[in-house]
């Protein structure tokens, strides 16, 4: 089993570049499994990638187009794109100030099991956000990071999506770290309704090192899935 783990920080890309790059990655290890069935000794390869997205909503293959409050046109006054994927989940947004990271790995080299491999990432994000001295939690029944469940204050600050398909991940989540929590009046998030949307600059009353939060989110991820990151160029 291959847990070496390809590093690639994009920085800020267009969501749909980024999107057709991890097709190209999922396709290359899918390719790379299917070589393994008669060459044993091929292994698998595992990437992480980071990257900031400019405006933009996606609506995963579950989600409800009613959830999104925006038309056309006020999408585009507002420098906001929207695609339609293939994660699951309903629908969310991504821009400037967010730290998204989109795991495409073959869990076959990890373990073979979605429910784990979501509560892992969930574990990764609380692990980050208690040494930033907050009590992050999972709300049941709603995947991603919350902050003050079971008070009337609940708010979400890490959305999560994934799609897996032969054991290999894509997408992944998305940390509101300095982001303009305003944009998420424009739809209604993961379409859960009456619980509002959070980022660490809010809670801590101060603008937060983006590559700090990243150093904290790889160790983590590093022990949980007791793997090694590798860092790479595109």
């Not at 309704?193 to 937060?208: F, M, P, Y």
Request: proline letters at 3%; hydrophobic letters at 35%; aromatic letters at 12%.
């Amino acid at each position: 089993m291959n847990k070496k783990i390809i590093l690639q920080d994009l920085g800020q890309k267009d969501y749909k570049n980024t999107w057709d790059y991890q097709e190209e990655i999922f396709a290359k290890i899918v390719n790379q499994k299917m070589q393994k069935r008669t060459n044993p000794n091929v292994e698998t390869d595992n990437y992480f990638l980071f990257v900031e997205h400019p405006h933009v909503y996606t609506l995963g293959k579950s989600g409800d187009m009613s959830n999104l409050l925006l038309s056309e046109k006020q999408l585009e006054e507002k420098g906001a794109t929207f695609y339609k994927i293939n994660r699951g989940g309903d629908i969310t947004y991504h821009g400037p100030g967010q730290i998204v990271g989109y795991p495409i790995l073959d869990l076959e080299n990890f373990f073979t099991d979605i429910h784990k491999y979501l509560r892992f990432l969930e574990e990764v994000i609380i692990l980050v956000l208690k040494e930033y001295g907050l009590d992050g939690t999972r709300s049941e029944g709603e995947t991603g990071v919350w902050l003050g469940v079971g008070t009337p204050f609940a708010r979400k600050i890490c959305a999560m999506g994934v799609r897996a398909s032969r054991w290999v991940t894509m997408h992944g989540f998305a940390l509101n770290v300095n982001a303009n929590l305003g944009y998420f009046d424009n739809i209604i998030p993961c379409g859960i309704k009456g619980k509002a949307v959070t980022s660490l600059h809010v809670e801590l009353n101060r603008q937060i090192d983006d590559e700090e939060v990243k150093e904290k989110i790889l160790k983590h991820f590093r022990i949980l899935f007791e793997a090694e990151f590798t860092t790479s160029k595109i």
